[in-house]
């Protein structure tokens, strides 16, 4: 039969049960968590766990008096066979914490031989399934059952395992790692001394002449900092320096240690320190910021602020040393000054922020796992720095596409290469959600700032429509002109430079150009009424501008018109309104009667003297007589008939044109064909068009008289199909 617990029984029980060991003040049965220096505790045995050892809290103890022996004349110190084999291990990996404990374990030698201790190793070494479940709490189990074997009192600096040994009914002394000094004094750092304040950073390497890079940003000079080499052991004692100091200060901390490398932070100073067998000699290198700026020192302009201000997805580009690491910082700081959020994701935390900016690392070794946690914390924006493998790309696209304002900071020679180091990793068509800001920093100063957007386009130097498809356009953000097409050719990605921005300028005129402009100039004469501009922009592609009124008289209906140019002067023509610019520059031109002043070399219509020229062009060339000044090409281009009839399969306006012999109607529409030629929608006569879309008079002929004197009169000459 059970009894069941009352309410006030449970309570009373509670209170004598040990609370959770979340609580630093915390009491069970005399043990302490917070730590007492001034406690004394009498026993003749202690047994010391790994991180008492490494932290080297246990030889501090003794010499301080804070275990006395009470039978024997000196205290007796038992490190555990399990202890120096993980410490060794450790060592063998190059790893700091090994070499700390081995030099405890020699400062405990050391009072031994004096006789103020007695050391001595107990207990068995892990065996090798012990070592691989190291993590799983096997070797601090091996290290408790020596300590219960022997007895004594059990010395550790991890609060787990002194949790653990309690309840197992060890005697235990919690001794927590050297208490960390908020105000230790960097300045005591021998390093300091190769620094002054234009060093950036300082490299020293065995059998090497100390260097740094010195000088304002954008301008920085590699220099020998003395005459002397660095030693072997100059670096082993910088190295135990900075490694100490870390532990001392609060601000400062180990961020990564490899089998051959470790990185430090210490303030605001990033430390490599490398050795064999990851680098071929001893090197520490020491990075510092040498200008903290202000956000509006950049002058960024209004329109740059406000994409900041809309968590949109921004990366920072620049090369090494360029001093996108400030610029980022300035931009946390202007993020925070306007109410937002801020965190940042780095490896390792270097940027130099505001205490209110939380600084992450990988959390447990996985950028991954920070950014699932960030999602949790719900920033307004995210600094990520830097953005390097395809799993960073990666990680800011999620998080991007999750509504979390983003700004990248990636290595570039050029801004358009940060782009390019997306394509691969992200989908093409994903990317100007991603990111659609770049801002390129060069000598510690914005040097570019660049906009992506999507859209379907024919890509830059395709002519038929058929070829369009999604295009990434880049553009310049102040100006508006792209200068880069991103899209897809097969199975390639290409990066396609269109401005004067891009890696290639835009292409040279070739000398046979102007001809060819002067040919179609010829043929768009017949019908545009106003002025126009004729360019080349390759060899078979051509831009045409004209006014609104014009434009839709040179496509025709269903393209006919612009197709039969196209075939007669086999270019490949874009027909566009002209600019308003253009009749400023020609009624500037009307005003002054000037010529072409502002003369391009080509008369095109554009400048402020073309209208004059081509008026001038148009008499002389195109007159199909000198004495009547007949201009056979205005015929086909009069703006109350090329809608009605030009465009009309049945009804066609010829275009005429001149030899010594021949008075030409060309209509090639009707290749091959029997037509009828009517004035004024009267008959006048029936011929046959040849196979090349020509009906050929003689220019002495009667019928040649009647044309030109109907077009002296304003009649309408046309050509229809026989029997309509």
């Not at 961020?255 to 050795?275: H, S, W």
């Amino acid at each position: 039969m059970t009894t069941r617990k009352t309410s006030s029984s449970k309570s009373q029980s509670s209170k004598s049960q040990t609370k959770t060991f979340r609580s630093v003040e915390t009491e069970a049965d005399g043990f302490q968590f917070d730590y007492d220096s001034d406690a004394v505790f009498p026993t003749d045995i202690i047994v010391a766990d790994t991180s008492a050892v490494i932290d080297g809290v246990l030889s501090t103890s003794i010499t301080g008096g804070r275990y006395k022996p009470v039978e024997n004349d000196v205290l007796e110190v038992i490190i555990p066979e399990a202890v120096l084999a993980e410490l060794e291990n450790q060592a063998d990996s190059k790893r700091e914490t090994g070499v700390y404990g081995i030099d405890e374990l020699l400062i405990l030698r050391q009072m031994d031989e004096e006789g103020q201790i007695q050391l001595k190793f107990e207990g068995n070494r892990p065996t090798v399934h012990q070592i691989r479940d190291a993590k799983l709490g096997e070797v601090d189990a091996l290290i408790r059952q020596t300590a219960m074997n022997v007895g004594g009192l059990f010395v550790t600096s991890d609060k787990v395992q002194a949790i653990v040994g309690k309840a197992r009914g060890l005697n235990v002394d919690y001794v927590p790692p050297v208490i960390r000094e908020k105000e230790a004094d960097v300045s005591d750092l021998s390093v300091l001394s190769f620094f002054d304040d234009q060093t950036m950073s300082v490299h020293l390497k065995t059998n090497v002449m100390p260097m740094a890079k010195r000088g304002s940003v954008g301008e920085m000079k590699y220099l020998p900092i003395r005459d002397t080499l660095c030693t072997a052991q100059e670096l082993e004692r910088i190295k135990s320096e900075l490694v100490h100091f870390t532990k001392i200060d609060s601000e400062s901390f180990i961020e990564m240690e490899y089998n051959g490398a470790l990185i430090l932070q210490v303030r605001d100073m990033r430390i490599a320190i490398t050795e064999a067998p990851f680098s071929d000699d001893f090197e520490i290198t020491i990075v510092r910021p040498i200008a903290h700026v202000d956000f509006e020192k950049y002058q960024a302009n209004d329109i740059l602020k406000e994409r900041i201000l809309q968590q949109r997805g921004i990366l920072i580009a620049g090369s090494p040393g360029a001093g996108k690491s400030t610029f980022s910082a300035s931009v946390a700081k202007f993020l925070l000054e306007n109410g937002n959020v801020v965190k940042t994701m780095e490896s390792p935390r270097d940027l130099q922020v505001p205490t209110e900016i939380t600084q992450y690392a990988p959390l447990e070794g996985k950028m991954e796992n920070t950014a699932d946690l960030l999602l949790l914390v719900r920033p307004d924006y995210t600094i990520y720095d830097e953005v390097r493998k395809t799993q960073d790309f990666m990680l800011f696209a999620d998080m991007r596409l999750a509504g979390v304002g983003m700004i990248g900071v990636v290595h570039a020679t050029r801004a358009i290469d940060a782009v390019q180091r997306l394509i691969g990793r992200i989908e093409l068509g994903v990317i100007p959600q991603v990111v659609d800001t770049v801002i390129f920093i060069d000598k510690g100063q914005i040097s570019k700032v660049y906009t992506l957007e999507f859209t379907v386009k024919v890509p830059h130097g395709m002519m038929e429509a058929d070829l369009a498809r999604p295009v990434i356009i880049v553009s310049e953000m102040t100006s508006g002109k792209t200068e880069f097409e991103i899209y897809t050719y097969g199975e390639q990605v290409v990066v396609m430079p269109v401005g004067p921005g891009g890696a290639a300028s835009p292409t040279e005129r070739k000398p046979f150009w102007a001809e060819t402009e002067e040919m179609l100039s010829e043929e768009i004469e017949r019908y545009a009424s106003g002025p126009f501009e004729v360019e080349l922009i390759s060899d078979t592609s051509a831009v045409v501008k004209v006014k609104t009124a014009d434009k839709k008289k040179i496509i025709g209906r269903g393209g006919d018109t612009i197709n039969r140019i196209e075939s007669h002067t086999g270019l490949r023509i874009d027909v566009r309104e002209m600019p308003a610019h253009y009749f400023y520059a020609k009624k500037k031109n009307e005003k002054n009667h000037a010529g072409d002043s502002d003369s391009d070399g080509r008369f095109d219509g554009y400048d402020a003297g073309d209208y004059d020229e081509y008026a001038s062009q148009r008499r002389k060339k195109r007159s199909v007589s000198k004495t009547d000044e007949f201009d056979a090409s205005e015929f086909g281009g009069y703006d109350d008939v090329s809608d009605e009839y030009g465009n009309n399969p049945e009804y066609v306006i010829p275009i005429f044109e001149k030899t010594k012999k021949h008075f030409i109607l060309r209509v090639p529409e009707f290749s091959g064909k029997d037509v009828d030629v009517f004035i004024s929608g009267k008959p006048f006569f029936s011929a046959t068009v040849g196979r090349g879309g020509d009906i050929k008079l003689r220019t002495d002929s009667e019928l040649v008289d009647k044309i030109k004197d109907g077009f002296r009169n304003g009649e309408l000459i046309e050509v229809r199909l026989s029997g309509n």
